[in-house]
């Protein structure tokens, strides 16, 4: 079985400056990959970035990086010079796999983290 | 453009009645997936498909069914036997071997029962 917990149901940050979105997992899978997706207010799922277990190199994709502890499990967002855009919904999802790494396929999904920054 | 659309976008049903539900991807994705999201909360998987003509329950799949006889389609029934089913609802598809492709999701669909 899987599991994702986002312990921080809401988060504030100042515009520009850089907030840490937390996201701990547990599974027994032998391979699996961490997604973080956005959900603004009209309810779509905008992927964000991604990370293999197997990744040695913490991910990044412009603004967004995740910081990848395995040992932790955990896998936080940092989102750096915040826009009044970020705000939004934010989770963490995981896709579990095979000692191959193959694809299991179905995403499980944290409770989410409502981030909303101030101009 | 390739993507994924539900439809329709806002659904009332009346206690008692079934609802189908839409999900059409034209992104040659094997697997697809319903989930069901409540009012500030995650996703919960209610049903997932790998492959044509083969699903399998997901998380909350009670009150729930689908069929999946085409590649492009993946249709969500709400039945009566589904207690609650005021909810915000979203298809999404992904290949379903490559542990590297993040699921790309539809539009979602607002159900409300009245």
């Known amino acids: 079985a899987q599991k994702i917990t986002q312990t921080q149901p809401g988060m504030f940050v100042q515009e520009k400056e850089a907030v840490t979105l937390d996201c701990t997992y547990d599974?027994?899978?032998?391979?699996?990959?961490l997604f973080w997706y956005k959900q603004p207010s009209s309810g779509e799922m905008i992927f964000l970035i991604y990370?293999?277990?197997?990744?040695?190199q913490n991910a990044t994709e412009g603004r967004y990086s995740l910081n990848f502890q395995k040992a932790r499990k955990s896998a936080n967002l940092v989102i750096s010079a915040s826009q009044l855009g970020d705000s939004a919904m934010y989770f963490c999802?995981?896709?579990?796999?095979?000692?191959?790494?193959?694809?299991?396929?179905?995403?499980?999904f944290g409770q989410g983290t409502i981030l909303t920054v101030h101009p | 453009d390739g993507g994924i659309t539900q439809s329709p976008k806002y659904l009332f049903r009346k206690e008692g009645q079934n609802v189908t539900l839409s999900c059409e991807q034209n992104?040659?994705?094997?697997?697809m997936y319903w989930y069901r999201q409540d009012p500030g909360q995650g996703l919960r998987l209610i049903y997932y498909?790998?492959?044509?003509?083969?699903?399998q329950k997901g998380d909350i799949a009670e009150g729930y069914s689908v069929s999946r006889e085409k590649k492009e389609s993946f249709p969500l029934t709400v039945t009566s036997a589904q207690k609650n089913p005021t909810a915000f609802y979203l298809c999404?598809?992904?290949?379903?071997?490559?542990?590297?492709?993040?699921?790309?999701f539809g539009q979602g669909t607002r159900l409300t029962v009245v």
């Open positions: 990370q293999g277990s197997y990744d040695e």
């Open positions: 498909s790998q492959i044509v003509n083969d699903f």
């Open positions: 599974t027994s899978d032998q391979s699996y990959g």
């Open positions: 999404a598809s992904s290949i379903p071997q490559a542990g590297n492709t993040e699921a790309f």
């Open positions: 999802a995981m896709r579990g796999g095979d000692a191959g790494g193959t694809s299991y396929g179905k995403l499980t």
């Open positions: 992104l040659n994705h094997d697997a």
